[in-house]
């Protein structure tokens, strides 16, 4: 099951990968529905909340999440819900949650955009700390546990391909603002001299259900 599956793509690549039967769950209709139209019927389509799932314990072999448990308040009654419904010897996977407070920026100064988008994260509700807390969460489960990281870095030329997306979310999401205009025209000269930079780490997590 892919868990949170969004767009669907994840949980198509997993049927595309193995041929088997795969499940695609997300609280919205119209993700759901965006899925479905975008990646067939291969996938079994569910609309539910992760902390209710509609499935029998013992149900999976594996769930998978991405970008997920930064969206949830309570983290625990999912946690338990997925042990639920894994078999024994099953695996809850993560496999990338991101850690806002460790991003590095070059000029630093554009650091404080990311501190802006972190506080609108809080702001709905969401933990832009989520990474460095999976394996917390993972443990204190009492799932066998394996945690890493990777570093995503950005260069110069990445920031110039990214530059018109980046900043038409971040107007989007950090109207009003009355920075934007001059930390737009420094990232943009930084690009320029080659001098644009980024790094921040994404976790992730692989339990297995003992048993």
Known sequence: MDLGC?????AHEVFLRTG???WGLDREPETLKFAQCQNGRDVHWILSRAED??????????ILTH?????????GS????????LRRGGYLVALAEPDYSQRQDEPAELGAICQMLAKDLRDRGADPL?????????RRAELETETGAMSQGWGPEEHRREFRHQWAYVEEVLRGCKCLRSMK???RTAIGRKERR??????????RKRG
């Open 67 to 75: 970008y997920f448990w930064m969206w949830l308040r309570q983290p």
């Open 53 to 62: 799932l509609p499935f029998a314990a013992g149900s999976f072999d594996l």
């Open 78 to 85: 999912v946690i338990r819900e997925c042990l639920r419904t």
């Open 6 to 10: 969004g767009t669907g793509v994840i």
């Open 198 to 207: 980024s790094v921040m780490p994404i976790h992730w997590a692989v339990g």
């Open 185 to 187: 025209k420094m990232e």
């Open 20 to 22: 088997a039967e795969v």
């Open 130 to 138: 989520a990474g460095a807390k999976i394996a917390q969460h993972f």
